[in-house]
């Protein structure tokens, strides 16, 4: 019997491998060589998951691969390319990110509340001034996702006495955590009334530049912004436009349209803007809890196993089963 | 009826004091007015808490304040020249700040484990560096302090996903939120197992320099230390040599012996130590929530009722009531 072949599209070295030993016919490629080895690939992990040389490769019509794996949550970086294969499956990495994902909102929101940076620029100066800072414990939070990062989002928050709104795409009732789920139309409504916008989303032609200079202008004087969904949600130069103008107190990016974000960018030093590099859900341990996830995968698939995680290609992202 | 005297130890304007129009007899005095005054007083407002001055003009014998309240969590500025006046009641703030707190310490935790810090100095640089950080959820914490603030750190902090060990001055158990509550003689065997270390907890003549060479050097390397007690809780040079030695991974003051902080302190640059002025409880409005509550007890002193939050004096802190 002829092992499988797994096209590999490597980034960083992939650990645990050796699992495979035996079982798969391994093939690593690069960008340059991704298009010639996948025709004769029967899996895909796009262990560079930041590349978007998978669309670019990708075979229109002809032997392709049957199963491509993103250890990533969004799968924007593959679409809509791959949605044309209907014989072809995606599934991602829901799950990984959910916990360490929530963590990094709750400490950015009470990180702006307390105002850690103007505290770390006065240490810098060796300047003591007392200044008062803001209660999280009572203020309202609406989180843009209803998959499970916004949901882990959304429970955290809450742990933190947040008053939390989810918004997904559709509307629905009776979620054991938030009650009413708001559909995305609802979105400009519940703004007003936010300490704290946290997009979480994933990135679909209907999310694509929400957070517009519509959506700032909904907010409060003293609302805050976080971004760890995908850089494209936001348009940038209006979220300057709104930070510049005092029109929201703050705003945390850790995901940018252009990513490496170019030391150039106008972005690094926008008042009020707290800049960290697409490091929110990676925690340390985190490849080997990817790599650890695609093999289980990988063993269902041998078995002729229903794969876990597949993505609805139509939605862009993995459907909640609930 | 002669109105009584309330005598206030000014820093910041005092709001809300209308509400005694016709009721007292408000005297403001600094700290060089204090002494004079003090005999005549039969209340005392210790509206400056961080001042000394009342400690040094406290009358030892003759009249002299039948209560003094000061509008903090710790007493210790106030003792041990009170505890000699046993007919003086001295009262506190308890409950204002143990929210805040809490949150301020969790968001320390956070913004330590996600390095923060780190990526705001590489914002300032325009770098992207892509680092990976520490989960939260899933590590340990021991609290020193079992008080109200000591116990919402805690309550916090288990929110997140720590598994938090609370230690206060004797063991109890039962304790509705933390099961065992463990005596101070019991640290130092707790201090292994601690990915994060509070202290939170009143300063006594036992609890002084409690967090010194020895108590650092029980501690992890992956050990993280949060002070937001008092100052004189900690050993600063030892601290100073367990971040410098690399023995502990990092450490946030937000007390220190000294205060304001001096600008030549070598507390401002000392690697892995984050500085803030003394502020973890002080949310927009606190001043008023602290009139209020001053003035809430005034109402019960004018009617006779006993006070609440009485300072056993001999403890240095309200013994709880559980």
Chains 1, 2 share one sequence.
Not at 41 to 59: K, N, Q, T, Y
Not at 260 to 289: A, F, K, N, Q
């Amino acid at each position: 019997m002829t092992e499988p072949c797994l096209l590999v599209l490597d980034a960083d070295p992939l650990p645990r491998l050796d699992r495979l030993s035996g079982r798969a016919r391994i093939v690593h490629a690069d960008e340059n060589t991704l298009a010639e080895h996948l025709p004769a690939a029967d899996v895909l992990l796009v262990w560079d998951f930041l590349s978007d040389a998978v669309r670019e490769a990708w075979p229109g019509g002809g032997p392709r691969p049957r199963w491509v794996h993103t250890p990533s949550a969004g799968v924007d970086r593959l679409l809509p390319e791959l949605s044309a294969s209907p014989d072809t499956v995606i599934t991602n990495a829901r799950g990984v990110f959910d916990q360490p994902i929530a963590e990094y909102v709750a400490g950015l929101t009470l990180a702006m509340a307390k105002d850690f940076r103007g505290s770390w620029e006065l240490q810098r100066q060796r300047r003591w001034r007392h200044r008062e800072t803001k209660r999280v414990g009572g203020t309202r939070g609406v989180v843009v996702g209803s998959g499970p990062i916004g949901r882990a989002v959304g429970r955290t928050l809450k742990a933190l006495g947040v008053s939390v709104e989810l918004v997904g795409r559709t509307e629905r009732t009776g979620d054991p955590d938030f009650g009413k789920v708001h559909a995305g139309d609802a979105l400009h409504g519940l703004l007003g009334d936010a300490d704290w916008v946290v997009c979480v989303a994933p990135l679909t032609e209907e999310s694509r530049g929400m957070f517009d200079a519509a959506a700032f202008a909904r907010m409060k004087p003293g609302a805050h912004f976080i971004n760890v969904g995908r850089g494209q949600h936001v348009v940038e130069k209006d979220l300057k436009r709104a930070l510049v103008e005092h029109r929201i107190a703050g705003a945390a990016l850790d995901v940018f349209a252009d990513e490496p974000l170019p030391s150039e960018s106008e972005l690094w030093d926008v008042p009020g803007l707290l800049v960290s590099p697409h490091m929110s859900g990676d925690t340390i341990g985190w490849r080997d809890d990817l790599a650890e996830q695609f093999l289980d995968n990988f063993d269902r698939w041998e078995a002729g196993e229903p794969l876990l995680n597949v993505v609805d290609k139509d939605l862009g992202y993995v459907p909640s089963t609930s």
